[in-house]
Each structure stands twice: as C-alpha cells, then as structure tokens.
C-alpha cells in the first residue's frame, strides 16, 4: 500500500512527489496523459530546435517568490521576456496597424531558456523509476477507513491502487465532472469545484518559427493586440530565445471554441493571414504549433467551454483546499490555491500546502505515539512533547474554525441580520477553537516541578500561543477568498469584499479574544504547577508523620 497517491502529473502533481519522495514516503504518481507537465508543454520547432511553450510561457520573479526560488534551486537558465515598451494594435482590418509606444506589456515577465518544460524535466529527474504511472485515467475514489482504494482506466484495463492518503491534484471542474466519490463530498465542496475556473483551459495558443525576427528588423517589440471583429490571433508577443539566434511568434486566439473548431481546417491559413496583416509580407512562411486546450479532456471541462468567465481571482475558495475523509482525502493544483490561483506559483503554493499538512499529519502521530510513551515513562521530554503535540492539535483547527464560520454566516442569512456579518461569524469561531484549546491544553501532562515563573507567567505560555499565529492569519484569508466567491453575500458589499479597514477591526477582535486564551492559559500551567505543589507538600507530611 502506498503512503501518498497523487493524482495529476501537473506542477504540482510533480512538485509534491518529488518532495515527499525525498522524505522516504511510498509515492506514487498517476497522470491520464501518456506524459507529464499538464498544462506545461513545451514543443522543439522541427527548423530550428527552438522550444516553443503551448502552455504557461511566463513567471515573474518579483512577485512569485515560490517559482523563483524553485528555478534557482533547480539551476535552471531564465531570460526576460523580450518587450521594448512598444506595440502594435490593429482594430480596423482595412487600414495599417497603430504602432504605440511608452508601454510595456510584460513588465518583469521572465521565460525558461529551453521552454517552461525544463521545469518538469529537472523535478522528474529526481523520480525514480516505478514511481510514476502515465495513462491512467482516475474513475473513483473510495475511503475504506483506514485507506483510501483508487480505481484507474489504464489502456484496455481497470485497476486499483490503495494509500493512506490521496492528493487529487487536477482541475476541480474535471474532478467534479468525471470522478465518482464513495461516499460523496458535501455540496458545498461541489460547489465550490463547479466554480473554480480552470485557468486558459477554454483558450488556444499558437507559436510560429521564423527564419529571423523580422519584426525585431522593423523596429517593432513584437507585441501586438488585434481587437477588430474579425480577429483570429488577439494578442501576440515575441517568442524568440534569449539573442533572436532562434525566431518566433507567439499568440492566444481570439476566436471562440466553437468557431475553432468550426473553422479548424483552415485555421493555420487563417493564423498565418493575421500575422502578416500586422507585421508585414515578411511573415509568410513560418512553422506552427498550435494547441487548442478546450478539446483537451485532461484539461478542459464542459463548465469550463461553456459557463461565462469569471473575474480572476488570487485566491480560490477556500472549500477547496479542506481535507476530507479524516485527513486522507486532499484537492490540489493551481485551482485550490490561496494565492497566485491558475498560475505556476499557485501550483507551487498547493503543493506546499499539502506537504506542509502530511508532515503535520505525520508529527500528529508521532507525537501521540511520544505522549503515550510519556505517561508510562517519564524519562521522555515531558514538557516538549505536550507542546509539540497541542501546536499539532491547533494547526488542525483550520477546516473546525472555517467550518465554524460558514456555519454562523449561513445562521445570520436566515435571520435575515444585515450588519457586521463577517466580524462577529469568525470571532465567534474563533473564541470556540480558543475555549476547546484550554480543555486540550488541561488534559496534556507537563513536568510543572522543572518550569520557571517569572512575574506571574510560565514559560510554557510562549509555547502554548505560537500556533496561533498562522492558525488566525490562516482563518482570515480563508474568510477573505470565501466571501469573495459566495453568491449569498453578493447583496453584502461590504462583507462580499472586506475592506482594509473592516479587516483591521476584525483583526483587532480576535488578537482580544487570543490574548483572554493567553491569560486563562497561563492561569492553567499556574493552577497546575500549585496543585503539583501542594502534591508534593501532602506527600512530604505524609513521609514526616510516618
């Protein structure tokens, strides 16, 4: 049996099993394609070797930290994205296009030298063999109490792996629409996948080689916007390597699915057209590549051709990213992420997330098996172990206090209450997790005898509020992207968006209700340490009597 099954041979799907590989776990990765890198794919120009990105071309160092430092670990060779502040529009197919200056489209955007697929090849380098499985196809997923089974179309054949734990890190939309569960997920979490967008999947993107970079020779960046009703390719960028050495042209079409496929025989004709429309006869013979992301069953779902686009958000909703199934059931990709959602950094920051709560899971047990050895031993380290294992339990309480949230929210709705909705759900919330703290906190054992007091507080107390601080911070911007994606509080303004200043009231709340936790907490380890004493003043009498 495995550890960990992660489902989805993407970013994150590839980031996750090399990293919990490294820790010595049992992996195993499945993708339904026959390669890895989903929506990454980089393809090798037949004239001039130049890797050509049909999928993700772009991260910016500046504002993702997470792609950044996983580039330099990597070593991988970046190059900045070739943009001189000028452009061309065309939104009139009978006249010349407009050449516009001063503005830069891609400020800070950086390209991997080799194509974006350099970042799959170096993380599946550290994979041993065996670990991945491509071409299987995910049909159900069931919890059998103390695993999960995982049933598989792989070729002609149906097959079953079973693990503790299971990431499914794939589009929600496609999870939602293809993937049977035993038992099922809640509503909500259906809910909350019908809703996530999966990035670019209903988009197409061409790249055309070129003998040289005309453009460059005309004196233009190669950015351009074509914003006419006849439109075919609507934005175009330069596509070459790092010094030109090796030419093209990239570009997202602007043409419907439907018309796409309506017109998919003459497309290539009809591709090659805009781009001689906007830069010239120069352009007349070039090499295309072309991928169509909304005919991808891996990648696109009904949904995500048919319903209208949503406004992009950074973060998803936070649904998305609750455990299930007692901790054995987690949703990943870039759709679930509470930042840079859709892109490589939000790929990246699921993937940490769920590393960060399997080892949180593992140090849970660990630390349990520890406190059972210390109530029958006591030559254990008492006190850390107590410590380690309520910052376990509080690092839990994520899903209890969102959960808790929703619940009073969705009370306050049918009471059809108006005001300060969002303030008074999550401090109630909260004070409930700090109130179940104090019980956690009283049934640990510590070794009172051997801690300092000092102006009337134990150093213990240090130990006890430092899980917190994520924990709160954590809560917040799961409330923040929640109310942002709920329908119910669409006719709330000011709770559909929280304003700063509304976040700063909310944040001064529960830092109150923390620091009440903090003071009934250290009145606890005091309460313990007296009763430790008169303990052993009774024992010292009983000794003298005798």
């Not at 840079?340 to 940490?352: D, P, V």
């Not at 509080?394 to 808790?404: I, L, M, N």
């Not at 213990?460 to 509020?465: A, E, K, N, S, W």
Request: overall charge negative; some cysteine.
């Amino acid at each position: 049996m495995l550890d960990t099954a992660i489902i989805g041979g993407g970013l994150c799907g590839v980031v996750l099993a090399r990293s919990l590989h490294r820790q010595g776990r049992a992996v195993g990765l499945f993708e339904a394609r026959e390669r890895l890198g989903g929506r990454i794919l980089s393809v090798a120009s037949a004239g001039s070797g130049l890797a050509m990105d049909l999928g993700p071309t772009w991260f910016w160092p500046d504002t993702q930290p997470l792609v950044k430092s996983l580039v330099a670990e990597l070593e991988l060779a970046d190059i900045p994205q070739h943009d001189d502040g000028s452009m061309l529009h065309l939104n009139d197919p009978d006249k010349m296009p407009e050449h516009i200056v001063g503005k830069k489209v891609h400020e800070g955007a950086r390209r991997l030298h080799g194509g974006m697929a350099q970042l799959i090849n170096a993380l599946v380098a550290d994979l041993p063999p065996g670990l991945t499985h491509l071409g299987h196809i995910l049909i159900s997923v069931s919890d059998r109490g103390d695993r999960v089974v995982l049933t598989f179309a792989a070729g002609d054949d149906t097959v079953a792996f079973e693990a503790r734990h299971v990431v499914l890190a794939f589009p929600p939309r496609l999870l939602e629409q293809q993937v049977r569960f035993e038992p099922d997920l809640d509503e909500a979490t259906r809910e909350a996948m019908r809703g996530a967008e999966t990035w670019m999947a209903a988009q197409a993107k061409v790249v055309i080689a070129y003998d040289r970079a005309f453009w460059r020779e005309a004196g233009h960046s190669g950015n351009a916007f074509v914003t006419h009703e006849q439109a075919v390719v609507g934005e175009i960028f330069d596509a070459c390597d790092g010094d030109a050495a090796k030419a093209a042209l990239g570009g997202f079409l602007a043409l419907s699915p439907e018309l796409r496929a309506s017109f998919s025989a003459g497309l290539p004709m009809l591709m090659d057209n805009q781009m001689l429309q906007v830069f010239g006869a120069a352009l007349e013979h070039g090499e295309q590549q072309y991928r169509d992301w909304a005919a991808e069953p891996f990648t696109c779902s009904a949904l995500d051709r048919t319903a209208p686009r949503v406004e992009h958000a950074d973060g998803a909703n936070p649904m998305l990213r609750r455990t299930h199934w007692n901790g054995k059931l987690y949703l990943g990709g870039s759709e679930t992420a509470a930042r840079g959602t859709g892109y490589l950094e939000g790929a990246l920051e699921a993937a940490r997330r769920i590393d960060l709560s399997l080892k949180l899971s593992s140090t849970q047990e660990k630390a349990s098996a520890s406190y059972c050895r210390v109530r029958g031993d006591n030559a254990a380290p008492v006190n850390a172990v107590s410590l380690a294992r309520f910052g376990a339990w509080v690092a839990a309480q994520g899903d209890v206090a969102f959960d808790g949230y929703r619940r009073r929210l969705n009370r306050s709705l049918a009471a059809r209450q108006r005001e300060q909705l969002t303030q008074r759900a999550i401090l109630e919330s909260m004070e409930e997790v700090f109130d179940r703290a104090l019980a956690v906190l009283d049934d640990l054992d510590f070794d009172v005898g051997a801690v300092a007091v000092e102006r009337g507080r134990s150093s213990l107390t240090p130990g006890v509020q430092q899980p917190f601080g994520d924990l709160m911070q954590s809560v917040l911007d799961d409330v923040v992207a929640f109310n942002r994606t709920s329908c119910a509080l669409s006719n709330f303004p000011d709770e559909h968006h929280l304003s700063r200043d509304y976040l700063q009231v909310i944040l001064r709340d529960i830092a109150a209700a923390w620091l009440e936790f903090s003071l009934a907490a250290n009145r606890l380890l005091l309460a313990k340490a007296d009763a430790r004493g008169r303990r052993s003043q009774a024992t010292g009498l009983t000794g003298v009597s005798s």
